[in-house]
Every structure is written in structure tokens, then in C-alpha cells.
């Protein structure tokens, strides 16, 4: 079964929803990437018992607060630039009620409903931890909802990703009172229409509810949990595919020495090293010894070197992902002890300053690793750069015929523009709600850019796929090897390959056999025959 999960509505790609028996039950304190992507895919949602407590604790402080007409940020005071209005006690529904319509105003395409559910579990496990003031009803709506396939309608734009990602999480908290508008079986409708139709009953929001659900980094933290879970599939399918160029260009796996990369322990170099020759084991496509070529160009002998960094900038997403996932990330944050004891917080706990710079290093690694795919293609089909091993263009038909020539092309146009869109977006701010909230982390941004580069990567990495394979044929025809000759893990990618994609003996039209190529990366399956071939599933 093929994954695909897209950041972004799209009515082409294809949509995996898996019925899992068992509910993931959140408590705040263990949600880790592959459970987002899981509960993205289709797996129920419940609420940890264990919560309740805490949820109950928080809830009963906000009441009291109300009661005390303390002044407190949010409860009992307006927001931002308003945080000097106070508001009375009867008037602080209506503040939580304003505050979801009027923060409403995200633009551009819509999530897709993978992402709206990565989202949505991101900000229930953030409120089970019971320090945002929100009844267990609100946390039990979002968990229904998902079990439902009610998905809230969330424009991709229009957070700064500083007081969260508070526009798109107004999209989904409109759905929760009954307004707005959602997704079911596919079809758009109104809120309230949608969970109707799905049985459920919309909340009137007491005080905090709105802001616990508004401010906070869910949407980054989903997003960035579905992009990590493809991008670790991305980078082993590219190493993959480095493997298959080595041998359509007879080359040499001699720089994936062990001893060589013991001298530079940086263990994802070495694990990078270890997973090409276990691809490669057994190749008799690759070089031996030649005194005439000793060396490699640096995209085919450094892959360890660059995929291997390129694995560290997905780890440290990672890392910081799965710590997100478990925080308390709203303001103000509320303290509340067994003995009655009751202290609120204005913090920044919401700024997505972390989330951000890891996305914004993910977005380089991975256009490094576009970088490299779309160089190898370059020499795939470049007969002066390979030495005349392959026919240029991959086609024996030169002149009348453009061979793979224009495949490459597409690589490169892709590649240009993830140098583009690698552009840090947490090296900009722009000072928001009257200069208050003066620093803001263009987390959402950051995500966003790196989901297009992860796209096109995907793309790149499809069409060296393409051209290697093209390749490995006019090696099987000019030398005389089998596919049984190929590397252990090689033959298994070009079985796969040739399944979808046919060798190309005269010209045709190349961008369907460009888009099997790419699905074979994006879904895992390519990843995962290798992986099982070398009984590492």
C-alpha cells in the first residue's frame, strides 16, 4: 500500500486512509511523528483517561479566576495591542467567540485533509496536557471529529507563526462552534452541517477555550510531522537511486569504504556508506580497479559525505518534532496545584522560533539532496561527461530523436527553484498587532517551503530513476550483463521501475512516465521492496 501525504489540496493525488482497530490514546506526553502520521492516514483518536485530571484542574482554575475577576491576559483582558482592556465576567464567552471570528482570515489553497488531521491531533494532545484552561468536551470534539472524517477547511496561509499559527487555527476552531466550513466523504459544507451530519454537537466556548485553541504551533508541528516521516523515505530512496546511477555509469563503489568513513565518524555518513553497499552487494555493473579512472565525480563518491548530512538536517527536524509534539505551546499557562494554589503565566511558549529553523534546515538538506539527483542526471544523460559509457541523451536515435533529453531539464528547473525557496523564512519578521508582537518566526512559512522543496525533490530523485534505468539498459545491451548482474537492492529498484516504466526506444511523450517514476518515490514503495529485499523491513 502506497503512502502519499500532500501538504496541500489536491484532487489528483492519491489518499490513503487506513482503519486501524485500535484508538491512539493521547495524553500530552507521548505522541511522536509516525503516530501523526498514523492518525493522518486514518487511525482513531481517543482521549488518555490519565488526562482528566490534569484537564480538570486547569479548567476549574479558569473558572475561579473569572469568579475573582483577577485580571488575567486573554481571560479577563483583551488581546495583543488589547491586553489593557479588561473584560467583565459576563462578557468573556463573547470575547473567545470574537476572538475565533475575527482571527479567521487565512488565504491560499486549502490543507489537505491529511494535514488538517495531523493539525488537529497536534493541538488535542497539546491541551490533554492540561495546562490551557480547555474542558475535556473540547478535546473529545477534535478526537470525534477526526474518528468522524469531519475535516475543517484551513487555508495555507496567512500565519506569522509567532502567537502560533493563529489564522488557520481559527479555520478549525469555526467548526468547533458550529460555523465555518468542513469536509465530508469529500463533500464542502458548513460547519455545523458537518458535524450534524457526523452526530456531533458544536461547543459554546468558555473562557480561554478560543485562545487555547488559536494559539499555539500545530500547524507547523503537523505539517512538519507528516514532511519527516517523507523526507526519511526520500533520502533512503535517493540513496537508492545514486546506487542505480553508479552502475548505469560504471562507476566504482570504492569510496564507500568502511575504514574510509570510520576517519570521519559522523554516524549518519556511515549508516549513509553501510545502506549503499548493501544495495550494491553484489554488483557486477560497478568498476573494478582502473588505473586509467580512479576516481568518481563527487555526486557519485561523496554520497555518503552529502546524503549522510542531509540525513542529520531530517534527524534534527525530527528531534525537535517529537519534542513539540508534547508541549504546552499557548500563553498565558496556567499553574494549578492540588491544594488550590493558582499561578498564570504570560509566557512565549508559542513562538515557533525552534520549529521553524529546524524546518528551514530540513528545506537545505533536502534541496542539497535535489542538488545531487539532478547532477547525476546531468551525467546520465551527458555522453561527454560519462565518457561515452551511455549514448547521449539515452537514445541511439540522436538528431531525429531528443532521446531523454528534455527529462533532465525538468530536474534542473525543479532544482533551480528549491535554491529559491531555500531562502531561510526564519531569517525574516515583520512586527504585527501594533509593534506588541514585535518578532515574529515565519514558521508556517518555513514548513510550507519546505514541503514544495520535499515535492520537488521527489520529482528530481523520480526522473534519475527514469534516466538510471534507461541506462542500466544500454549497459545490458553494450556489455553484455544481465539484471541479475546488478547490486542486490539495485536489481529490485529496476524490476520495480520497469514494472511502471518502459525502456524508451524512440520518442515519445515522457511526463506520464515522469510522474510513475515519481510516484514510485513519494508512495515509499521503491524504499520499502529495497528495504525488504535486504531484510531491513
Partial sequence: MELYISPIKDENAPSVIISFMEPLLISGENLHVDDVVAVAQGRPAALDPVALPRMERSRAAVERLVAEERVVYGITTGFGRFKDRIISPDEVR????????????????????????????????????????????????????????VTPRIPSQGSLGASGDLAPLAHLALVIIGEGEATVDGRLMSGGAALALAGLQPVELNAKEGLALLNGTALMVGMGALLVRRAINLALTADIAASLSLEALHGTDRAY????????????????????????????????????????????????????????????????????????????????????????????????????????????????????????????????????????????????????????????????????????????????????????????????????????????????????????????QTMGLTVEDMGEGTRVAYGLIRERVPFVDSDRTLYPLIEEARRLVAGGTLKRAVEERLGMD
Fill in 94 to 149: 463573547q470575547l473567545q467567540l470574537n476572538l475565533v471570528r475575527s482571527h479567521a482570515v487565512g488565504v491560499g489553497p486549502d490543507l489537505s485533509q491529511e494535514a488538517v488531521r495531523a493539525i488537529m491531533l497536534v493541538r488535542a494532545n497539546t491541551l490533554a496536557l492540561g495546562h490551557s484552561g480547555a474542558r475535556p468536551v473540547i478535546v473529545r470534539l477534535l478526537l470525534d471529529m477526526l474518528n468522524a472524517g
Fill in 257 to 476: 569504504d568502511p575504514r574510509v568513513h570510520a576517519l570521519r565518524p559522523h554516524p549518519r555518513q556511515i549508516k549513509c556508506a553501510e545502506f549503499l553497499r548493501r544495495v550494491l552487494t553484489g554488483s557486477r555493473y560497478l568498476r573494478l580497479d582502473d588505473p586509467h579512472n580512479v576516481q568518481d565525480p563527487y555526486t557519485l563518491r561523496c554520497v555518503p559525505q552529502v546524503h549522510g548530512a542531509v540525513r542529520d538536517s531530517i534527524a534534527y527536524t525530527q528531534w525537535v518534532i517529537d519534542i513539540e509534539l508534547n508541549t504546552v505551546n499557548d500563553n498565558p499557562i496556567i499553574f494549578a496545584d492540588d491544594t488550590g494554589e493558582i499561578d498564570v503565566v504570560s509566557a512565549g511558549n508559542f513562538h515557533g522560533e525552534p520549529v521553524a529553523l529546524a524546518m528551514d534546515y530540513a528545506a537545505l538538506g533536502l534541496t542539497e539532496l535535489g542538488n545531487m539527483s539532478e547532477r547525476r542526471c546531468a551525467r546520465l544523460v551527458d555522453a561527454d561527461s560519462n565518457g561515452g559509457i551511455l549514448p547521449m541523451f539515452l537514445t541511439d536515435q540522436g538528431g531525429l530523436e531528443s532521446g531523454m533529453m528534455m527529462a533532465q531539464y525538468t530536474a534542473a528547473a525543479l532544482a533551480s527553484e528549491n535554491k529559491v525557496l531555500a531562502h531561510p523564512a526564519s531569517a525574516d519578521t515583520i512586527p504585527t498587532s501594533a509593534n506588541v508582537e514585535d518578532h515574529v518566526s515565519m514558521g508556517a512559512t518555513a514548513v510550507r517551503q519546505a514541503w514544495q522543496i520535499l515535492e520537488h525533490t521527489e520529482t528530481i530523485v523520480g526522473i534519475e530513476l527514469l534516466l538510471a534505468a534507461q541506462g542500466i539498459d544500454f549497459r545490458r
